[in-house]
Structures are given as C-alpha cells and as structure tokens.
C-alpha cells in the first residue's frame, strides 16, 4: 500500500481509457456478467487500483477467493517457488505437493481423505457423484433411483446438474432438460428435510449460510438437526463450504462453528489463495473409499502449482489469525451495521466478516448503491434486488474496516 503512487497514475491515463478497456469488454467478450464500470489493474492486500489510478477497498473479495486478499506474499512466495519447480504432471503420476496438502487439509478441516478438483462447481459435482455411488455401492439404493436433497435458495455454481437444483430462474431457465434425482425443501427447515427422505435418499447437500441468497442465516441448531437426522436415516451430510468455509465466518468452517462434522465437505474459493482455481472434496474415508480408479478425474486437479498454494493457504489458516480476525472485526462490522438501520438500511444478516444488507428499496437498488460505493472508494456486489454484501478480506485492519462503513453510510446518505 505505501508504494500506491495514485496521482501519477492517475495522470498517466484518460478517462477514454476506462472507456476503451469496458468498450473492449462489451465486443469481445460473451454478455454473461454485468460488471460495475471499474477496470482494475492492480490489487495489494484489501484494495485495487483501477487504470485510472484511483484506489477502492475491496469488499467482495471475488466472493470470497480472496480470503487473505489480494497477492498474500506467503501465498505469492508459494505460487513462484512451485513455479520454478514443477506445474503439472496430471493425476497420471505422482507429483510431491498433493500428498502433503492432503494431509495437512484433512488435519485442518476434521476430515480423513480428499478429492482435489479446481472449480467449487467442480467439487459439489464430485460430492454428488460420491454420495451416489455410496447409495449404491454401500447403502445399497436400486440402481439409477438415488435421491438428493437439497435447499430451496440454494447456489452452488453454474454447471447443467448443479442448476438443475436452482430455483433461481435467472441460473435455470433455458438450460434444460434437467439432470433429475433431486429433492427440494425449504430453507432452514429440518423438519422439512426428515419429511423428505425415503429409502433412495443418499445425501443431504446444504450450504451451512446461503451467500448468493443474500448472507442467509438458518435458525440455530439447524446443522446439528440436519447432522442427527442424516445418520439416523443413513443419508450423507453434505456441507457446501465452498463460499462460508476457511475463515469467513470467524472458524475454519460454518460447520466446525457449529460443532457439526458433516460426511463431505465442498472447499473452493479462498483455497486458491485468490491466485488460481482450487477446490476439493473432504470427507470421512468409508464415503471417500467408494470412488474407484478411472471413474472419475481431472486433468488439473491436485497439480503441484495448485496444492503448494493451497498447503500456503492451509498454513495461513492453521495458525487462527485470519479466523480471529473475522471474529474480532466481525464484532465491529456488527455494531456498525446496526448504527445504520433506520438511516437507509432496512435489516441485515452478518457473522464474521461476511453481510448481506437489505437497504431500503425506497433508496434504490442494491445494483444503485454499489454504484455509489465505487464513488466513495469501495467495491461491492448486489444480490437480489436491495441486498448487498460485503465480505471484505479477511485480512483488514480495523481503519479498513471504518473506511468500509463510513463509505456506505455517506453513499446510503446521499440517495436518502
Ligand atoms: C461460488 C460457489 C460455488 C461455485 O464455485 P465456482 O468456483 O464458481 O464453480 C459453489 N458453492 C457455493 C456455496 C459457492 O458460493
């Protein structure tokens, strides 16, 4: 941050540039995004620099893959000594990286044996692909009848049976015909998801706190229901950690928070250290056991250049730090949030650093205030409608985090 030279930078560029480079965007580009009218060129721990030369903290995070926000020097140092070593041998032969983050990741997440892949859509695939073998390998399902359950709300990612399961029409509609076998039930509801299973159900896939649906909370004691209903009718818990897991919500996982262990877990995101696409499947060794050789693969999951990543983003969580400081901060964005609603902010839902915030609709869209946001120097993300969420790195100071709030409160202020 100290090397920051805003002004020369500033200079340097026109505004025609931003123009050009967005213009660029809308041509080449498939129309699958609506960014914000930034273009960043640089990032150095909590903020960016756009090519204008003009800084903005980050409170996306990139949803939550920047973690320890942007070029983590341990994670950095990680990624260019592998580099200099060894990027890719496939799963063909042995490469000396994976073994050792298997360890170490099993270690940190409760688990006993892992599935490295590279998209978190990629890993809740993998999951829902072991659950059914397990059906129908261990519980002994008839062949092509298993039964997942899954979360009315839900997101976990973009692939044709992941959306299959979405009842978000904007994800679903026109992607059909559908990828059957799954079963949805409201969210937060465990009584829900007890009514729902029958002899063919194999799992249960839950996202511990829904974060595209806009920071959802589920009522407490909702995962443990879940954790006793699951193996009291021999189905599998699956938690999709992919966005709450490592760090986010104050504990390594929502699950461990909780005190739950599920079967499986889905990790993505911030396990690539912001740097490249990592994700995995943990979980205990009888379900991870059923996947046999040639039955499924990937042709970058666990390279070496992933997993010395991603053992640098294990270690980083293995000593608490970034995990206190969601906590600590996390207790501060609270009392910052509350200080806002009745003046622009309707209600919110916030753990650790992590906020979905439902501004008053009479004020504009989520869309609207984030664009008021970028002119007072923050990045955010609308979901639905007037919610927006902030989910700054994990890795802020307390001053960071006052910029954050006071920047919302004086965007919130001017569309009053
Ligand atoms: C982002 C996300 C995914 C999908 O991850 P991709 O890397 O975008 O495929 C899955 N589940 C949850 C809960 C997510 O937040």
Redesign the pocket.
């Known amino acids: 941050m100290e090397e920051y030279s805003g002004n020369a930078a500033h200079e340097a560029h026109s505004p025609t540039v931003q123009r050009s480079a967005i213009e660029h965007e809308e041509q080449f580009i498939a129309h699958n995004y609506h960014p914000l009218p930034v273009v960043v060129s640089r990032g150095d721990g909590a903020w960016v620099t756009d090519i204008e030369g003009r800084r903005y903290l980050d409170a996306l995070s990139a949803?939550s893959a920047l973690n320890f926000g942007h070029r983590h020097p341990d994670l950095v140092s990680a990624a260019v000594a592998q580099l200099g070593r060894l990027t890719l041998t496939s799963r063909a032969f042995h490469n000396d990286q994976l073994g050792p983050l298997g360890e170490e990741l099993c270690a940190l997440v409760g688990q006993d044996m892992m599935l490295p892949m590279n998209?978190?859509?990629?890993a809740?695939e993998t999951a829902l692909k072991l659950a059914r073998l397990w059906g129908y390998r261990v519980k002994g399902v008839d062949d092509d009848s298993a039964e997942i359950i899954v979360a009315a709300g839900n997101?976990?990612?973009?692939t044709i049976s992941v959306v299959s399961f979405s009842d978000d029409p904007t994800a679903r509609d026109g992607f059909g015909p559908f990828t059957p076998g799954f079963v949805t039930v409201p969210y937060g509801d465990a009584a829900a998801i007890e009514a729902a299973i029958t002899e063919n159900t194999v799992a249960v896939l839950i996202?511990p706190i829904q974060?595209?649906a806009g920071v959802l909370i589920p009522p407490a004691g909702y995962l443990e229901d879940i954790r006793r209903i699951t193996t009291a009718n021999d189905v599998l818990f699956i938690a999709?950690e992919?966005?709450s897991g490592l760090g986010r919500t104050g504990d390594t996982l929502e699950t461990t928070r909780n005190g739950v262990t599920p079967d499986l877990v889905?990790l993505?995101?911030a396990l690539g250290g912001g740097i490249l696409?990592v994700?995995a499947v943990a979980g205990r060794k009888d379900v991870m056991s059923v996947v046999r050789p040639g039955e499924h693969g990937s042709t970058f999951g666990g390279n070496p250049l992933s997993s010395a990543v991603a053992r640098a983003v294990v270690a980083l969580l293995d000593s608490g730090i970034p995990q206190a400081n969601a906590r600590w901060l996390g207790a501060e964005l609270h009392k910052e949030l509350d200080a806002l609603v009745g003046h622009g902010v309707v209600a919110f839902r916030q753990v650790g650093l992590w906020a979905g915030i439902d501004v008053d609709p009479e004020l504009g869209t989520g869309r609207e205030v984030c664009e008021r946001l970028l002119r007072h120097g923050v990045l955010a993300k609308d979901t639905h409608g007037s919610t927006i969420r902030l989910a700054p790195p994990l890795t802020i100071t307390d001053d960071e985090l006052d910029y954050m709030c006071a920047a919302l409160s004086a965007a919130l202020t001017e569309l009053a």
Request: aromatic share 10%; hydrophobic share 20%.
């Open positions: 949803y998209t978190g859509a990629e809740v997101f976990h990612g973009r996202e974060g595209e999709d992919v966005q889905t993505g995101k696409p994700s």
